[in-house]
């Protein structure tokens, strides 16, 4: 028999992996995910730190897009092997209970709120530029309209809609910086690593932040991967702690049955890797490609797009070498595949919210009510009913994924966009908060797959000490940041 020392989480069963051709289908929906990490705040930061800085943080730029395949990857390690999502896994940490999803969920809260007030902003001013009208009425015709598309799960074929046109936009980005491609000894001196004279944090920091996303892409791909079922459907994992004491599943006394299971999750791992690596790759060339941008378009003229006409001061990345209808093509491209974007994260943000809120929630649904000693006592009765109605509706995933859509990603958003209007000053708190966050997620992911998982399928030791850099490297940023805001240490 196996010791339960030894016993590990891991998924009950897993399906067979695609061979040869078969896995391109599970390949494709890599585009899908760099799509919608691409459109967070990239669009925006992106050149203004090339009109501001050159290619003088390049550098930079490729060592985030590398932590983030590898942090991508190891939560999708997690997902694949256990059948859990990430969120799941935190639970289970040791220390004060769900103190960890605690350290998620807030964040993601605000992370949420400004992200969609500020895409929304932004989108607006690229609105307003086209049609009659004023930035406030597109920002919240959009924000109002995408939350009723969630809401009624009418928003599958405007989610398609809106991918192609941020693929139209990725395309059109691509194909202009590849024209304007400066020489290349220019370009190549970005790669050596560096910090000039006028080096500002406050500045970088956002954009450090949103690349592919940030952390809330991290997340998202956890969801991702569990909704495409990478390594086999979902499992119920508070079903498995009831059943094997806190593990997802026993490790059968049957050894050719535990070597199969393995080998296929190998497999699935090398799957899911490859299309963590499509995502960040062209996720990635797009941001290198809005840099490009920013130099050679922006740089030259002094232009750093700010203000609530930002909008206005990205379209010469486009009309300054495809005319007037490159021009219109931005226009349109930003405000569409932005559209999306909003659509997206109203509806992935508030899963999250609704998943970790049933999990905080677990032991008050699981206590038992408290026997009525009197039976003709109607304040009793009524204060078990109310009980029970709390119970049934705090249960309901549905009802509070739509609740955290009327009120995180809706209605807090609004009130953040009309106290601020102007994109880039919305936004900068979102990025701050996705670049101090990162961390928390590499070392409690980077924790868990060590900890939880069977050492056969656990991180080897070139992904352990990438998860380990990436996690310090947000944590030095985000302590220089925080230094330097309170205590106006320069640099």
């Not at 990430?86 to 209970?97: A, E, M, N």
């Not at 690596?277 to 490009?292: D, Q, R």
């Not at 405000?335 to 032991?363: C, K, S, V, Y």
């Amino acid at each position: 028999m196996i010791e339960a020392r030894e016993r590990k989480e891991i998924r009950a069963s897993t399906p067979k992996p695609p061979r040869g051709w078969k896995q391109l289908k599970w390949y494709g929906p890599g585009f899908m995910w760099m799509i919608s990490s691409v459109g967070s705040g990239s669009v925006l930061f992106t050149p203004r730190v090339g009109s501001r800085y050159g290619y003088e943080y390049l550098w930079a730029l490729l060592i985030v897009i590398f932590f983030m395949w590898v942090m991508i990857r190891e939560v999708g390690r997690y997902t694949v092997v256990t059948g859990k999502t990430i969120l799941d896994g935190y639970r289970d940490l040791p220390g004060p209970k769900t103190w960890a999803i605690w350290l998620i969920y807030l964040p993601q809260l605000i992370a949420a709120v400004v992200t969609i007030a500020g895409i929304a902003a932004l989108a607006g001013s690229a609105l307003m530029i086209a049609f009659p009208g004023n930035q406030a009425m597109y920002a919240v015709a959009l924000i109002i309209l995408s939350a009723i598309l969630v809401i009624s799960g009418r928003y599958k074929r405007v989610e398609q809609a809106t991918s192609v046109m941020a693929g139209v936009l990725i395309l059109a980005v691509l194909v202009t910086a590849i024209r304007v491609f400066p020489e290349f000894d220019r370009f190549t001196g970005g790669l050596v690593p560096g910090i000039g004279e006028d080096f500002d944090l406050e500045f970088l920091l956002p954009w450090l932040g949103f690349i592919l996303a940030g952390a809330a892409g991290i997340m998202w791909f956890s969801y991702w991967v569990a909704a495409r079922e990478y390594g086999g459907s979902v499992e119920d994992s508070s079903e498995d702690r009831e059943t094997n004491d806190g593990n997802s599943s026993y490790y059968e006394d049957d050894e050719e049955f535990q070597q199969r299971r393995k080998s296929r999750l190998k497999k699935w791992m090398q799957i899911m890797s490859t299309t963590a690596a499509i995502g960040t790759i062209g996720g990635g060339l797009v941001i290198v490609g809005f840099l490009i941008l920013g130099v050679e378009l922006l740089r030259p003229e002094g232009i750093i797009p700010e203000g609530i006409r930002v909008a206005e001061d990205l379209t010469r990345l486009l009309s300054e070498v495809w005319g007037e209808f490159g021009y219109w093509l931005l226009i349109v491209s930003v405000a569409i595949a932005l559209g999306g974007t909003i659509l997206a994260n109203q509806d992935g943000w508030p899963r999250m919210f609704a998943d970790a809120t049933l999990i905080l929630a677990e032991d008050r649904l699981d206590e038992p009510e408290e026997a009525n000693e009197n039976g003709n006592n109607g304040r009793s009765r009524h204060r078990g009913n109310g009980r029970s109605q709390w119970k049934q509706w705090l249960s309901d995933r549905e009802k509070l994924k739509n609740i955290y859509v009327i009120v995180t990603v809706t209605i807090l958003p609004l009130l953040v966009f009309f106290l601020v209007r102007e994109p880039v000053d919305i936004l900068e708190v979102g990025g701050i908060v996705a670049a101090a966050h990162q961390p928390v997620v590499a070392f409690l992911t980077l924790y868990l797959n060590k900890t939880k998982l069977p050492e056969e399928l656990q991180p080897g030791w070139m992904a352990f000490t990438v998860m380990l850099l990436s996690g310090l490297f947000f944590t030095v940023v985000a302590v220089l940041y925080f230094t330097i805001e309170l205590f106006g240490f320069e640099l």
